[in-house]
C-alpha cells in the first residue's frame, strides 16, 4: 500500500451569469466556463425572489441521453412528465432523472408557491450517459428530504445525494459512479473524502470560502474548482471566516466518448441527434397528460 495522495485544485473558475427562460437568473460553471466528464453542465439557479403569480419555470420539453439532477434548497417546484411521473420539490428535495431513451418534462413553480410567490433556490447538474446506455429506459426517482441520508461529524454536515461520506451512503441508484455531496462547513471544520484515481473530482462553493486540495486554494461563492488526481480531496474552513462554506462536491469516472450535443439532446454523434429530434417531433418520447381536476 502507498500512502493516498491528496488531490491538488488544478483550475478554478468564476461561474458565467445568465437567465433562463422568463426570468430565472442562474449561475453556470461546468458545461459553460469548465469541462468535467462525465458532467454535462451545472447550473445554479437564484436565489431569486418572486412576488405573487411572477415565478416562472421551464414547460414541456424533451430530453434523451444523459440525466438531470435537480436539488432544491429553497421554494416549491412541480414535475411532471410524459411518462405519467409527478411530483412537487420542497425544499431539501432530490429529483434523479434518467432521459435515457427520451422523456418530456416540465419543471414549473409548484401552484401555492407561484401563487404566493417566495424565493427559488437550487441547481440542476446534468450527467453524461456512456452509449451503452444512452437508450436506456427513462427512470425517475424523488428523494424527499427525510429520505436524503445526512452525515454529521465536528461542524461538517454531509448530505449525500449520491456516492458515499463520512461512512454514509446516498440513496439514489445511479447508472453510473457519481459521487454529489452537498457540504455545510462551520468555521474552523475541516474533512476529507476519498475519491477513486481516474475519477474526474471538483467542488463548486456557493457561500463562504474554503480552502481546497493539497495546496489549500481558497475558493469563495460561485466559484468551481477542478482537482487533479490522486485518492482523496481535503476542505477546510479557515477559522477566520464568519460564515459556514457551502460547497457541492462533484465526483464520477470519466466516460471519454465523443459527444454529440444539442439543446435537450446529448448523443454520440449527429446522426443519433438527428434521430432524436425525428423521434420528439413523431411524439415518439411520448407527451404530458393534460392536469386532472382543477387541483
Ligand atoms: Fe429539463
Redesign the pocket.
Given at each position: 500500500m502507498t500512502a493516498p495522495t491528496v488531490r491538488s485544485v488544478e483550475t478554478v473558475v468564476d461561474a458565467r451569469k445568465g437567465m433562463e427562460g422568463a426570468g430565472l437568473p442562474i449561475r453556470r460553471t461546468l458545461g459553460a466556463v469548465i469541462e468535467m466528464d462525465p458532467f454535462l453542465m451545472l447550473d445554479h439557479f437564484g436565489p431569486v425572489t418572486w412576488g405573487p403569480g411572477q415565478a416562472s419555470g421551464?414547460p414541456d420539453?424533451p430530453?434523451r441521453g444523459f440525466e438531470?439532477v435537480t436539488y432544491i434548497l429553497d421554494g416549491r417546484m412541480e414535475h411532471r412528465d410524459s411518462m405519467g411521473g409527478g411530483a412537487v420539490l420542497n425544499p431539501g428535495d432530490v429529483q434523479w432523472m434518467t432521459a435515457g431513451s427520451g422523456i418530456v418534462?416540465s419543471?414549473m413553480p409548484e401552484k401555492a408557491f407561484l401563487k404566493q410567490g417566495g424565493t427559488l433556490h437550487g441547481f440542476q447538474l446534468w450527467v453524461n450517459l456512456p452509449a451503452r446506455l444512452k437508450m436506456t429506459e427513462p427512470r425517475y426517482q424523488d428523494l424527499t428530504a427525510e429520505q436524503t441520508p445526512v452525515a454529521e461529524a465536528d461542524g461538517v454536515l454531509a448530505r449525500v445525494v449520491a456516492g458515499s461520506a463520512l461512512g454514509v451512503r446516498g440513496a439514489v441508484a445511479t447508472h453510473t459512479d457519481i459521487t454529489y455531496i452537498h457540504y455545510t462547513l462551520q468555521p474552523g471544520a475541516s474533512t476529507r473524502l476519498d475519491i477513486p484515481a481516474g475519477h474526474h473530482a471538483g467542488a463548486y462553493v456557493f457561500g463562504g470560502r474554503v480552502k481546497l486540495g493539497a495546496q489549500g486554494v481558497l475558493t469563495g461563492e460561485a466559484q468551481f474548482a477542478r482537482f487533479g488526481d490522486g485518492d482523496r480531496v481535503d476542505l477546510t474552513v479557515p477559522e477566520d471566516q464568519s460564515t459556514p462554506a457551502q460547497v457541492l462536491l462533484l465526483a464520477g469516472r470519466p466516460i471519454g466518448e465523443p459527444i454529440a450535443r444539442y439543446g435537450?439532446f446529448v448523443m454520440n454523434t449527429y446522426d443519433e441527434i438527428r434521430q432524436a429530434i425525428r423521434d420528439y417531433d413523431a411524439g415518439r418520447m411520448g407527451r404530458i397528460a393534460p392536469a386532472v381536476g382543477a387541483g
Amino acid at each position: 500500500m502507498t500512502a493516498p495522495t491528496v488531490r491538488s485544485v488544478e483550475t478554478v473558475v468564476d461561474a458565467r451569469k445568465g437567465m433562463e427562460g422568463a426570468g430565472l437568473p442562474i449561475r453556470r460553471t461546468l458545461g459553460a466556463v469548465i469541462e468535467m466528464d462525465p458532467f454535462l453542465m451545472l447550473d445554479h439557479f437564484g436565489p431569486v425572489t418572486w412576488g405573487p403569480g411572477q415565478a416562472s419555470g421551464v414547460p414541456d420539453h424533451p430530453h434523451r441521453g444523459f440525466e438531470t439532477v435537480t436539488y432544491i434548497l429553497d421554494g416549491r417546484m412541480e414535475h411532471r412528465d410524459s411518462m405519467g411521473g409527478g411530483a412537487v420539490l420542497n425544499p431539501g428535495d432530490v429529483q434523479w432523472m434518467t432521459a435515457g431513451s427520451g422523456i418530456v418534462h416540465s419543471e414549473m413553480p409548484e401552484k401555492a408557491f407561484l401563487k404566493q410567490g417566495g424565493t427559488l433556490h437550487g441547481f440542476q447538474l446534468w450527467v453524461n450517459l456512456p452509449a451503452r446506455l444512452k437508450m436506456t429506459e427513462p427512470r425517475y426517482q424523488d428523494l424527499t428530504a427525510e429520505q436524503t441520508p445526512v452525515a454529521e461529524a465536528d461542524g461538517v454536515l454531509a448530505r449525500v445525494v449520491a456516492g458515499s461520506a463520512l461512512g454514509v451512503r446516498g440513496a439514489v441508484a445511479t447508472h453510473t459512479d457519481i459521487t454529489y455531496i452537498h457540504y455545510t462547513l462551520q468555521p474552523g471544520a475541516s474533512t476529507r473524502l476519498d475519491i477513486p484515481a481516474g475519477h474526474h473530482a471538483g467542488a463548486y462553493v456557493f457561500g463562504g470560502r474554503v480552502k481546497l486540495g493539497a495546496q489549500g486554494v481558497l475558493t469563495g461563492e460561485a466559484q468551481f474548482a477542478r482537482f487533479g488526481d490522486g485518492d482523496r480531496v481535503d476542505l477546510t474552513v479557515p477559522e477566520d471566516q464568519s460564515t459556514p462554506a457551502q460547497v457541492l462536491l462533484l465526483a464520477g469516472r470519466p466516460i471519454g466518448e465523443p459527444i454529440a450535443r444539442y439543446g435537450p439532446f446529448v448523443m454520440n454523434t449527429y446522426d443519433e441527434i438527428r434521430q432524436a429530434i425525428r423521434d420528439y417531433d413523431a411524439g415518439r418520447m411520448g407527451r404530458i397528460a393534460p392536469a386532472v381536476g382543477a387541483g
